[in-house]
């Protein structure tokens, strides 16, 4: 019996786009990406068995490769992963609903990219640097040193607590300053949140290519100066996850 499919949808692009030549979509093995279109737009897309389980970690490299590799040369709405539709008829009846809405989202696009900076606490330094400026935490870091876990389990546990509250505020403040330091080069900002418990930034940036390099330098420099407290990675260009309303339109 031949396994009912559907129509998977990576993102939504102008008409005249078409699918890198690299492109391979999700499943197993890799389905073929296609685009299909109408009036002044295409959804690119491939064929899924409806039965298929999505989600591997290689699925969602594939969506990512896709629509990160298109929005080099074009602008693309990334539609939130895992959308299914039944067939192409049902794609061209989105792209239909939605034209001018998503015709004018590509526009406002245009020759705009995210960057991603996300930087972590290097721990040593960090708690070094809070235990010198707290004398309380100083006090409790001095009680459970050298003593078994057991014995000093509360003042671990307050520590702990502090410690964490301490990262938070500093998380905060340090993407205010980020955002200061090299907001001037993006078009717009949103703060991600933390995936680790010694994230020190975690923000994506909508950025014009014309400022790209500009941009780039500000977070270098940024980095430069906090190079003994954090360790930052910059990634970019990538599609503007965080800047579209396609995530909500297709469901």
């Known amino acids: 019996m031949a396994q009912e499919t559907g129509v998977f949808i990576y993102g939504i692009v102008p008409s ?20 299909i279109r ?3 737009l295409a959804a690119l ?30 602008p693309v709405l990334p539609v939130r992963f895992g959308t299914v539709v039944t ?18 989202a590509l526009a406002e696009l245009d020759d705009r990219l995210q960057y991603l900076v996300h930087g972590r606490f290097v721990e040593p330094a ?13 006090a409790l870091a001095g009680q459970v040193r050298g003593r078994p876990e057991a014995e000093s389990r509360e003042q671990r546990i307050r520590l702990g607590e502090m410690i ?19 907001g001037r080069y993006a078009v717009a900002n949103a703060v991600r949140p933390p995936s680790h418990e010694l994230d020190a930034v975690k923000l994506a940036f ?26 930052m990675r910059l990634r970019g260009p990538v599609a503007p996850y965080d800047f579209v309303s396609a995530y909500q339109l297709v469901e």
């Open 16 to 35: 005249d786009v078409e699918p890198i030549p690299e492109a391979e979509g999700v499943g197993s093995p890799p389905s073929e990406v296609t685009a």
């Open 126 to 138: 960090f708690i070094s640097g809070f235990l010198a400026g707290d004398s309380s935490a100083a």
């Open 206 to 231: 909508l950025v014009a290519a014309d400022d790209e390099d500009d941009f780039v330098r500000a977070v270098e420099g940024f980095a430069e100066q906090r190079r003994n407290l954090i360790r």
């Open 38 to 40: 109408h009036g002044n």
């Open 87 to 104: 067939g192409a008829e049902a794609v061209g009846d989105l792209l239909d609903a939605h034209h001018d809405r998503f015709v004018a």
């Open 164 to 182: 964490s509250e301490a990262v938070a505020l500093r998380r905060e403040a340090e993407n205010r300053e980020l955002v200061d330091a090299v």
């Open 45 to 74: 897309v491939s064929e899924v068995g409806l039965e298929e389980p999505l989600g591997r970690p290689a699925d969602l490299t594939a969506y990512e490769t896709l629509l990160d590799g298109t929005v080099v040369v074009a």
